[in-house]
């Protein structure tokens, strides 16, 4: 085996492994910190030993072997272990989880316990990416924007709120499934939207590494979980988005919406897995959630071989659904966009005027109000609501768009 | 392990007569599923003194050593195996005293 080889093998059983030999350290000895550092060491000691000895017939085994020794190597170190530390152990709940179609997976309960709705957001992402994804809190720091000492503080203060607070490691009861799973999402989702529409002026537009990881992630909870019907619309979601990807971004860097998108550039792949997931969910014949509604929207749009040929009444027929789930006056917006096409934009800017108080300081609001008043022909209106979107946007391609647009008036 | 359950408001002594009977009713049941430790409601910071005899002359200050808006009218100590039995607890003590709730774990 060469070097190359070695170095896949490697990859391979990082992107495989990780969670896996970390949460069954974790379970073993009811700590994350130990549990994250003897993964670590045990990846080390792979990419130092696998080249001479070869990479052994069972790499998850030998992995889970080598960090099982890490551990208690450290921990006759430390030899600290009095009592009070004992009590301080993480909560390992024995009890094998109840039968909800769910697998007794130790993954599943690293990831409740990183997306534990007690720990801030941005913990739950920082944590989740480091103890299920493996990312290295460089890495973690690097895709947020943070220093790499405020990343590793973040993630330090969420493993001691973990073993102070005792929040337990386990796969919650199936009366309060359903919301730590919408949490669990709720990260995901976080991580592939700061992907997709990265902020920040130094960043490339879109973050492939964070959205791939996000895919990643949630493809590992949809085959831990997977007759959650919206685990299986968040999957569809993303994988739709992405795989309009190339066609999103011009080569000039500016973001490319949907009507003017080249959709040959579509990815086909992902197209026909996030349309086979939207249909799986219509099958099974149950109310939908956020996601798959919003999977649902993506699907017909994906289903058009041009956007003239965008079956809009459906598309609004299913922001109507997502309005009675979510409310939110950004679901509203999105709406009128819909309507626009459906109804006209006259229509749409009557609802859009609606909303002003509640999305006064959202770019993509004034970047609808545009567009609107730019079919509708009131010139001078546009050009001051695209300021104003341009003032408030974050995305370089968004902007570099925005401004094409006020500067065609 | 303990927990407790610090409640939040900016009156002292302010729970209505139904509030009062949705707390009672609260710390029965808490009773009687054994995650009972203590509870009880302070009087108003105005009554605290601040004491520091960290020099051996014990000096006395009238009032809160923090002067807040908010401040603890209030708290429970629970028993409880995790967090999540005391997440739960809290916010039907929420829902009880009709406050903001804050849980901290004992050391």
Not at chain 1, 347 to 374: F, G, I, Q, S
């Amino acid at each position: 085996m060469n070097v190359a080889d070695v170095q896949e093998a490697i990859t391979q059983a990082h992107r495989e492994e990780w969670a896996r030999v970390v949460a069954t350290m974790a379970k073993r000895f009811g700590d994350l910190d130990i549990a994250e550092e003897a993964a670590a060491e045990a990846f080390a000691t792979a990419v130092e030993r696998w080249p001479a000895d070869g990479v052994p017939p069972n790499p998850g085994a030998w992995l889970t072997t080598t960090a099982g020794r890490k551990a208690i190597d450290r921990i006759r170190r430390e030899s600290r272990r009095d009592d009070k530390q004992k009590e301080a152990q993480m909560l390992y709940d024995d009890d094998p989880p109840e039968p909800l179609g769910a697998i007794d997976d130790e993954r599943l309960r690293l990831v409740f316990t990183c997306c534990h709705p007690a720990l801030a957001m941005e913990s739950r992402v920082a944590l989740t990416l480091r103890m299920v994804g493996g990312l290295t809190v460089a890495e973690i720091a690097r895709a947020f924007l943070v220093q790499e000492s405020a990343m590793g503080q973040r993630i330090t203060r969420a493993k001691a709120k973990i073993k102070g607070a005792r929040i337990p490691y386990r796969v919650p009861s199936a009366e309060d499934l359903p919301a730590r799973v919408s949490g669990v999402l709720a990260v995901l989702f976080l991580v592939f939207n700061e992907g997709y529409l990265a902020t920040g002026s130094d960043t490339d537009p879109v973050r492939h590494d964070l959205t791939a990881e996000a895919i990643r992630l949630t493809r590992l909870i949809r085959a831990l979980i997977p007759r959650d019907g919206e685990v299986a619309g968040l999957l569809a979601l993303m994988l739709l988005i992405e795989a309009r990807r190339a066609a999103r971004v011009s080569p000039s860097g500016e973001l490319i919406t949907l009507d003017e998108q080249d959709r040959a550039a579509w990815d086909a792949t992902l197209v026909a897995e996030g349309h086979r997931l939207v249909r799986e969910r219509l099958a099974a014949g149950e109310a939908p959630g956020r996601y798959q509604i919003l999977a649902a929207i993506n699907a017909v749009h994906t289903s058009a071989r041009d956007a003239r040929d965008t079956d809009w009444s459906q598309v609004v027929a299913l922001y109507d659904q997502l309005v009675r789930l979510d409310p939110s006056p950004i679901v509203a917006l999105n709406r009128a966009v819909a309507v626009a096409e459906l109804d006209g934009p006259e229509v749409a800017l009557a609802a859009v005027d609606r909303l002003a108080d509640k999305l006064a300081d959202y770019h993509a609001y004034h970047a609808t109000r545009a567009d609107l008043l730019r079919r509708l022909g009131r010139g001078e209106q546009s050009r001051a609501a695209y300021d104003r979107a341009i003032e408030l946007a974050g995305n370089t391609a968004e902007i570099a768009s925005l401004t094409r647009r006020r500067d065609h008036l | 392990m303990q927990y407790m359950v610090s409640v939040v408001d900016d009156k002292t002594n302010s729970a209505t007569p139904d509030e009062m009977t949705a707390i009672n009713a609260f710390n029965d049941r808490v009773k009687a599923e054994g995650h009972w430790v203590f509870a009880g409601g302070l009087n108003s910071p105005a009554t605290a003194t601040v004491i520091d005899n960290r020099g051996g002359d014990a000096l006395f200050t009238d009032g809160p050593f923090v002067e807040t808006k908010e401040y603890l009218a209030g708290f429970w100590v629970f028993e409880a195996p995790d967090l999540d039995v005391a997440l739960k607890l809290a916010a039907e003590g929420s829902k009880a005293c009709n406050r903001r709730v804050e849980v901290r774990p004992f050391l």
